[in-house]
């Protein structure tokens, strides 16, 4: 009995390893179901596995994310996962129908490499293999452009082409950009025709713009402005913002207006003044200035930052801490011109953090404009350039909204004219709605000498005008801080068209925004 079992174990190893106990893997026992052809039966992983990993390293190098797809395959121990769930069902032809009508977004299919994926396709579902070993390449090459398919196709329609803080400079929203983690989610993804679906664009906004765009594309008019400046603003309606909440504030930049949204509602509208585009050769005129040195060389660039922050506090009778750019590039100047023109305009000198009593006397002729060793800082009150509101956010731009003492500016069709930050033209309306409180607004009324809407308080605000008033005790008008309701969120945006009332409104590229990122859409097109 002893001498029989010890027969029995080798035989049954030798068997083992030939395979005739071997199960079949997933992928063969659906392609042999779905074919009705048991040549599928004889899959082998080992075999299938060495295949796959020499196709991915020769493909690799020619995908987007090329570690990731290593990584993800890596984990699945090089498993035909895609074409496993997704070849018989059909959900693999509906990623390639997908990607045949991307056109409708405005890109080209072969930016998601319609072709190959269509051929590999055809060549697996001809069913015309006479050994299983034919199998393997195709089946290895599908599943790779596959999920190089579906990456790129996701990544594009559902984040956007373009990541706007890598290709502009003044680019401070933190958009949501597609990681390992989503990628990986993607690849690994239960049901694919719902994720196919789910990523389209949805919006009522970017359905008008698409309308408008393949109406173009019809006429044969790809050429034109408005077809680029249509394609442009439907992939900045894919970026990914943050959650704006159910109540923003947002400035447009090429229409000079600020909104304050509740949902699709608006609450309230006006105009606003935006930062100068920049000077026409910037880039080439920056790099003279950066060999130079010399502040005469140094190009204008006050364009305003595109930014995500939250509104947080209003400085009332603010003062203005002048900025060096504009100490050495204007100040500078009218003090040499006006000895008096400080004083004059109530902007104080700091000399090392201390107040130089008479500015009048300075030499100005004897310190260079690149070393000039004064800080300024314009006093509160009438002539202030920052009105008497101040509209403050965080940021790392020195960047906000403020009133202004030159009202006529509004009357301008074209508004980009400050030096960056954004003149509001109804300051004490924005106010009221920032702060949300009776008392509060009553308060801030009576600090700019307006009488409260409360009626009960007028006699606390006629002191306060006597205080103002009084010139035996000298009175010092001080900025006073309130803080909103509750933090606002804003946006400064930068939207060239849009859908309004059934029409599209097109407005000037005021700092050729547009031009950058069709430029850089193209190679998808």
């Known amino acids: 009995m002893k001498k029989s079992l010890f027969l029995i174990i080798p035989v049954c190893l030798m068997l083992h390893a030939c395979s005739w106990f071997k199960d079949t893997p997933e992928i063969g026992l659906k392609l042999a179901e779905h074919f009705d052809n048991k040549l599928y039966k004889q899959f082998d992983t080992v075999e299938y596995n060495v295949i796959f990993n020499r196709h ?135 049901n694919l025709e719902k994720l196919l679906r789910d990523i389209q664009p949805a919006s009522e906004q970017y359905k008008v713009l698409q309308h408008a765009m393949l109406s173009y594309a019809q006429k044969g008019e790809k050429d034109t402005q408005a077809f680029k400046t249509v394609m442009v603003n439907m992939e900045r309606l894919r970026w990914k913002l943050p959650d704006l909440g159910e109540e923003h504030v947002e400035v447009n930049i090429p229409d000079f207006t600020l909104t304050w949204f509740s949902g699709q509602d608006t609450l309230s509208h006006m105009k606003v003044c935006v930062g100068g585009a920049r000077e026409k050769d910037y880039a080439e005129k920056i790099k003279l200035y950066l060999k130079s040195g010399n502040l005469d060389d140094k190009p204008k660039n006050h364009e305003t930052p595109i930014l995500y922050s939250k509104l947080n506090s209003i400085q009332v009778n603010p003062i203005w801490n002048i900025p060096v750019s504009i100490a050495r590039s204007e100040i500078y100047w009218q003090a040499i011109r006006d000895p008096y023109y400080l004083s004059n305009n109530n902007i104080k000198v700091y000399y090392k953090g201390q107040l130089v009593t008479d500015p009048d006397t300075i030499q100005w002729n004897k310190y260079p404009r690149e070393k000039l060793p004064f800080q300024f800082k314009q006093g509160s009150g009438e002539g202030n350039a920052l009105g008497k509101f101040k509209f403050i956010f965080d940021n790392g731009s020195s960047i906000y909204l403020h009133d202004t003492n030159n009202k006529s500016a509004f009357a301008r069709n074209n508004r980009a004219i400050s030096h960056g930050c954004v003149r509001v033209e109804k300051p004490l309306e924005f106010a009221e709605m920032l702060v949300k409180d009776k008392y509060q607004y009553d308060q801030l009324r009576m600090e700019v000498n307006l009488p409260p809407v409360d009626t009960t308080k007028m006699e606390l605000y006629r002191k306060k005008l006597a205080k103002k008033a009084d010139t035996l005790n000298i009175f010092q008008l001080k900025p006073k801080w309130f803080g909103t309701k509750k933090p606002v969120p804003l946006i400064i945006n930068y939207i060239t068209a849009w859908s309004q009332n059934g029409t599209i409104q097109f407005r000037p590229d005021v700092y050729g925004l547009d031009e950058t990122l069709y430029a850089a859409m193209k190679k998808f097109m």
């Open 56 to 190: 991915l390293d020769s493909l690799g190098s020619n995908f987007s994310n090329p570690k990731l797809i290593r990584a993800y395959y890596k984990s699945i121990h090089s498993e035909p996962g895609l074409v496993t769930k997704y070849f018989v069902n059909g959900a693999l032809d509906t990623l390639k129908n997908y990607i045949s009508r991307s056109e409708q977004h405005g890109f080209n299919p072969e930016a998601f490499g319609y072709k190959k994926l269509k051929a590999l396709l055809e060549q697996l579902s001809a069913n015309k293999f006479k050994s299983i070993s034919e199998v393997y390449p195709v089946v290895a090459d599908l599943e790779l452009n596959a999920a190089e398919s579906l990456i790129r196709y996701n990544n594009i329609i559902y984040y956007g082409a373009l990541n706007p803080r890598k290709l502009l400079s003044r680019y401070y929203v933190p958009v949501k950009r597609p990681d390992s983690a989503s990628m990986t989610a993607v690849l690994a993804t239960g």
